[in-house]
């Protein structure tokens, strides 16, 4: 059987030069086999629409072993590039329909107007735009920032000194000439002696004029004298009320005397913080009061 020639022309190069040879050969053999026939043995011949190789002559072996190796690369090649020849057609086809695609022209739906996004997006305003607003207003409104800041810092500087002439003004109200003092260098020993720079350093940072002012004047009251004076008996006399006719004289009732040791306890216990200022502020009155009157022993 005789291959056609697009068949042929698929078979590789050196399958194909082999297969002419060999076809050519066949023929020639043929020829001459017919040519030693008598013309009245001859059949009639019928051209095959897809002729075969013809078979080798019997007495010729190699012919007949070249066409056996022809014939079965012929049926292993062939079926191999009828698959490549469809698998290429197939791609062919897919990349035809791709290029046809890719030449129509694209049919995109209309872009919706994005979200709220930062940068102004919102207004329809692209980046760009939206950063060319922000840097005009900012340059715009520079200057008043700049002048509101400037207004807070004058503010909060009136309010702080405001504050310090409002605490010199307590200080100087309840301890007259405290300046003098806070520079004397007693004092300075009388705070380590009694153990109350803790505590009077707690009033200073808690901005307490009425606080300072009373460890000065404790100060001030230990220095004048030691112990109290007593009164006289003309003094306690004067301070009796007359009775009344009918009446048992009534004598004043006496303030009790306070130790300076429960006052510093009291300074500790708000120096280490285990009493509020409010509870110090309370407590301390009746130990002004007795410091006044001379019963602070």
Do not use: C
């Amino acid at each position: 059987m005789e291959l056609t020639e697009a068949e042929i022309a698929m078979l590789p190069l050196v399958v194909r030069q082999q297969y002419e040879a060999d076809l050519a050969a066949s023929r020639r053999a043929a020829d001459e086999q017919a040519a030693k026939q008598p013309e009245t043995d001859r059949p009639e011949e019928i051209a095959p629409e897809n002729p075969a190789p013809a078979a080798p002559v019997a007495s010729d072996d190699g012919l007949r072993h070249r066409f056996d190796v022809l014939q079965g690369k012929y049926n292993a090649e062939v079926p191999r590039l009828h698959d490549e020849l469809r698998a290429t057609r197939s791609e062919n086809e897919r990349l035809r329909a791709e290029l046809a695609a890719m030449s129509r022209p694209e049919q995109t739906a209309p872009q919706q107007p994005a979200n709220v996004v930062a940068g102004g997006e919102e207004y329809g305003f692209g980046e760009g735009e939206a950063k060319w607003i922000a840097d005009v207003a900012r340059s715009a409104l520079q200057d008043d920032i700049a002048a509101l800041k400037q207004s807070a810092q004058a503010m909060e500087e009136q309010r702080a000194q405001a504050a310090a002439e409002r605490f010199y003004a307590d200080l100087d109200k309840a301890a007259p000439g405290w300046r003098e003092t806070w520079q004397d260098a007693g004092f300075a020993s009388w705070l380590d002696d009694n153990g109350v720079r803790q505590p009077l350093q707690a009033v200073v940072d808690a901005n307490d004029a009425r606080g300072i002012a009373f460890y000065i004047n404790t100060y001030r009251q230990q220095q004048k004298t030691a112990t109290p004076a007593r009164p006289t008996a003309a003094e306690k006399l004067a301070g009796m009320v007359e009775p009344e006719r009918g009446r048992a004289a009534e004598l004043p009732a006496a303030k009790p005397m306070l130790r300076r040791e429960d006052l510093h306890r009291l300074s500790m216990d708000f120096g280490g913080g285990r009493i509020t200022k409010a509870e110090f502020d309370k407590q301390i009155v009746p130990f002004e009061a007795a410091e006044r009157e001379g019963r602070l022993i």
